[in-house]
């Protein structure tokens, strides 16, 4: 029990002690001999200075005196200076009257919450149907394929307004132009896509969403 005792002392003193001094290949070699777990060797190895010789034959040669592949990967990425670093402490406050260092700012999170989408439409064509208002239909394709924004009623309140203008040319014929605005007013898309009105509702609801993750 004291051999055993008097063997753990000595191991912890010379950790200690080379973990002062610069290692090189012969050091680590001496601590695997020396029967240190490899964890305790690692992370003398990050903790301390060193030189290494990390040419083929310097590996070869660690790996024969019994280094571990996790020890020569810690001898590796020292030598090239891509050693795991300490985290840095954390600075007290500063005294009564001392000036304190400027805070880092963190990045600016997205906003909360699915954005507010105003709708309005304009209808022309031969049609009877085309001259009512595509606002509903553009609501229920909103409300079915784009769940990550709000319908609004009110424009004032709104962060987007979609505007569809609805030109039936034929009985099967459509042209629908519709055009995406910010909170602002400015126009962040316009496409002219022939086709359902869904389709165009699909294209706003990336441009929002695309737009919405931005801010």
Avoid at 14 to 22: E, H, K, R, T, Y
Avoid at 56 to 84: E, H, Q, W, Y
Wanted: proline share 7%; aromatic share 4%.
């Amino acid at each position: 029990m004291r051999k055993s005792l008097l063997a753990v002392i000595f191991l912890v003193c010379c950790s200690l002690l080379v973990a002062q001094q610069s290692l090189n290949n012969d050091s680590v070699i001496k601590l695997v001999k020396a029967g240190l777990s490899e964890d305790l060797i690692v992370s003398t190895i990050n903790a301390s200075p060193g030189t290494y010789n990390t040419s083929a034959d310097g590996l070869i040669a660690l790996k024969s005196a019994g280094a571990s592949d996790k020890v020569v990967s810690a001898i590796v990425l020292k030598a090239s200076g891509n050693a795991p670093a300490a985290y840095a402490p954390v600075p007290p406050p500063p005294a009564d009257g001392a000036q304190a260092p400027p805070a880092v700012q963190s990045p600016v999170a997205p906003p909360a919450g699915k954005p507010r989408v105003f709708l309005t439409s304009s209808s022309k064509g031969p049609n009877q149907n085309a001259a009512r208002d595509q606002s509903m239909e553009m609501s229920k394709d909103f409300e079915r394929d784009c769940t990550g924004v709000r319908i609004s009623i009110n424009q004032q309140m709104a962060d987007y307004t979609v505007a569809l203008n609805h030109i039936e040319v034929g009985l099967f014929v459509r042209d629908n132009q519709i055009q995406v605005a910010n909170k602002d007013g400015d126009l962040i898309s316009k496409t002219k896509e022939g086709g359902s009105i869904a389709g165009a509702v699909k294209k706003a609801c990336d441009v929002i969403l695309n737009d919405w993750a931005k801010k």
